[in-house]
């Protein structure tokens, strides 16, 4: 057996001298070599070192004299004839390829991979697509380090781990293709180019994204909330296309994202505005004031600074306001092309507590209704909150406080204020026809929710029959229906009547909604009863509380009671209202209060005393051009009148 090895390779090696010397014959002596691109098979290259040479013949006649095994070399590549088996004539074409007796082999149709390459994060998974010409050709798939990244049987990619690693493809006919793929760490955050940018119809900009150093993905996806406003490509192209605004969302494999708020506008703006012209803030309160164009298209451009921001300080970019101190301070928003808007803010001594006007309310089933925080202070407006349920399946609430009762049963809801002080309200949800209904008279008709902040109060004549569905805890409100409408009714038979001389600080709330469901809410009213019912004394209390308790209970008192009291009762049916101290133009030294009030055509001067030497007229819904003839104030720390 050796011997006849032996005969046959001395066969061999004869053979090769002879298309060696076929070779010297040629008009180029010399023996050539191959080389293929990376990753590609090599026909020819039986040694596997990326070049065919003369080398490659011998390992071959090697193997077939069966002084080497099949792992010894590339046998896909030293198999030329495609007939599964490496023998004397694929050696002949390794050598005629040499010689350049020819220039090629008559390989079947190319195998390919889509993508050749991969950056993939761990955790990423990309299919590849193998194909090759003929029709039914059957491919398989092998990892040479699973650990790093595995293939399935068709051909999907897992990234393992981080590190490389070669994806080979195999075929029929000893076709192969090759993929490299390189697996970086999992995406954890993504950097966008901009978080917030406005722009103008037509106007086209690349949202670029980056990664932290490591991480890796083969693939961002990018989208837009509305593509009518802003459509965005697949490579980050944004292009404007309709004013309004959307959100640009570039998301990764695993769910990481980032998003831009874009704002679009069709040119130039001709308003500019802030979301609120007051603001107050306690100790250490933080608030957001945004700025718009148009009254509507947010200027993620402008700029925001503070007056004093020792008492209240703004993030120039952000417009997040901190309060910092007492006192008062006013918060410029300027946009690119120069128009500002202002914004005043009152910063606070202390964090104030939080109630509902309610403590528990009743709902008909498919009602919805705005609950609202208020702060314990009497002299407090409704605060910024966010509110959940405990029972959504009763009683739902939008984290802005919209609730809707669902089904019979009971929830409670929470509002937690932006100070983190919270407050709970019990809701009970009754079939819109339940055992409890009743009718009654209605004494004194106004309808309105329980936190007077229902969009559309109805007036409801005196003597109406109303259908009565429950009552709050202190009987002081009925659920009930009037027609189509269902809300809140004041049961005014729970209230103090006319006699205030006992009325406290605990009272207060009570006696303030007999008086305000008496003067059906109305604004007018409100200035009327102070101006008229309550006397003017020269003597005033330290704190709001303490005013209004006094002012009621001696049905008199100064300037600052007045004011006082007008601005705890504006505030206590939904309106707003300041209180200011200014000085007299008349009298040196003089102190004088009074309130602005915010209405419908702007924030307007609402003045109850000094009233021996100016009509009403002059002292209602006034601006600061008519006050400003009797008194002089700090304009910097209130919103203008105008």
Not at 137 to 148: G, I, Q, W
Not at 305 to 326: F, L, W, Y
Not at 445 to 466: E, F, H, M, N, Y
Not at 616 to 625: A, M, P, R, W
């Amino acid at each position: 057996m050796k011997q006849t090895l032996a005969l046959l390779l001395a066969a061999l090696l004869t053979l090769s001298c002879c298309v060696g010397a076929a070779a010297e014959e040629t008009e180029n002596p010399a023996v050539t070599e191959a080389t293929a691109e990376p990753g590609a098979l090599l026909y020819g290259d039986a040694d596997g070192d990326g070049r065919v040479t003369i080398s490659d013949a011998t390992l071959a006649q090697q193997y077939i004299a069966e002084l080497i095994t099949r792992d010894e070399l590339d046998f896909d590549a030293a198999d030329l004839d495609f007939d599964g088996e490496v023998t004397i004539n694929d050696v002949t074409l390794i050598q005629r390829l040499l010689a350049e007796f020819i220039t090629e082999i008559d390989a079947p149709e190319a195998l390919s991979l889509d993508p050749a390459a991969l950056h993939l994060g761990v955790g990423e998974s990309v299919a590849l697509q193998a194909s090759c010409m003929e029709e039914g050709c059957a491919v398989s798939f092998v990892s040479d380090d699973p650990a790093v990244a595995a293939v399935d049987e068709n051909g999907r990619v897992t990234a393992l781990g981080a590190g490389n690693a070669v994806i080979t493809a195999k075929a029929d006919k000893m076709r192969r293709a090759q993929c490299r793929v390189t697996v970086g760490d999992a995406v954890t955050a993504i950097a966008l180019s901009c978080t917030q940018r406005v722009v103008q119809v037509g106007e086209d900009f690349v949202l670029d994204a980056a990664l932290h150093e490591n991480e890796a993905t083969y693939r961002l996806t990018y989208a837009s909330s509305d593509p009518e406003v802003a459509k965005i490509g697949a490579d980050g192209t944004v292009t404007a296309l309709h004013s309004g605004m959307a959100t640009l969302t570039v998301t990764a494999y695993n769910g990481v994202s980032a998003s831009c708020a874009l704002a679009v506008m069709n040119g130039a703006p001709n308003a500019f505005s802030v979301s609120e012209t007051m603001v107050q803030l306690a100790l250490g309160d933080t608030c957001s004031l945004t700025a718009y164009y148009n009254g509507d298209i947010p200027a993620y451009d402008a700029v925001y600074t503070s007056s004093d921001p020792e008492t209240a300080s703004v993030d120039e970019r952000t417009g997040v306001i901190t309060a910092n101190s007492v006192g008062y301070a006013v918060i410029t928003a300027t946009a690119n092309n120069g128009m500002t808007a202002v914004s005043w803010v009152t910063v606070k001594e202390e964090s104030a507590q939080v109630t509902f006007a309610q403590p528990e309310v009743t709902m008909l089933t498919g009602e919805v209704s705005q609950c609202c925080l208020r702060p314990v202070k009497f002299d407090g407006a409704p605060v910024r909150a966010t509110y959940t349920s405990d029972n959504s399946e009763v009683c739902s609430v939008t984290p802005a406080g919209e609730m809707t009762a669902l089904q019979e049963g009971t929830a409670v809801i929470t509002g937690t204020a932006e100070n983190g002080a919270q407050a709970q309200m019990t809701v009970r949800v009754i079939a819109d026809e339940g055992n409890d209904v009743r009718t009654t008279v209605v004494p004194v008709g106004i309808l309105c929710d329980a936190t007077w902040q229902s969009a559309a109060q109805k007036i409801i004549p005196k003597g109406t029959a109303v259908t009565v569905y429950g009552a709050s805890a202190d009987r002081r409100w009925l659920k009930v229906r009037y027609g189509e409408i269902c809300g809140w009714l004041y049961n005014k038979s729970f209230g103090k009547g006319k006699n205030y001389s006992s009325v406290t600080r605990d009272s207060l709330p009570v006696v303030a909604d007999d008086l305000l469901f008496d003067m059906n809410l109305s604004v007018k009213n409100i200035f009327n009863y102070v101006y008229n019912k309550i006397k003017y004394r020269l003597t005033a209390d330290a704190d709001t509380e303490t005013l209004c308790v006094a002012a009621l209970r001696d049905m008199r008192g100064a300037c600052y009671h007045h004011a006082a009291l007008i601005e705890y009762l504006y505030n206590r049916c939904g309106h707003e209202a300041v209180r200011l101290t200014g000085d007299s133009r008349r009298s040196a030294g003089s102190k004088h209060a009074w309130c602005i009030v915010k209405t419908e055509s702007g924030w307007r001067h609402v003045d109850a005393t000094w009233f021996s030497t100016r009509t009403v007229e002059e002292q209602y819904f006034v601006t600061d051009s008519v006050q400003g003839k009797m008194f002089t104030w700090d304009y910097t720390k209130y919103p203008a009148c105008t």
